[in-house]
């Protein structure tokens, strides 16, 4: 079963994965990449009213097959009190 290579980043930190991970194919990373960024949502909310977080999927030659993102963004539908 090929390796692949799972790097992540949130709007502060960009973690590069050197080890990889043993999948049957891209969809399984995927669904993995996808867990992960839910978790790291998780984890670092409530941090502010919004941010991104980026999965890149790398295969064992190195070449970047898949990217997925998770934006939150919160916004306020109450009006703000302007006395």
Known sequence: M???FIDMSDDE???RDDAGLVFK???EAKNAAVATLADMAREALPDGDARTFLAIIRGEDGGMLLQA???LKVTSLVPTNTR
């Open 2 to 4: 090929p390796r692949f």
């Open 13 to 15: 930190t960009f973690s």
């Open 25 to 27: 194919d891209v969809e």
């Open 69 to 71: 993102n998770l934006t």
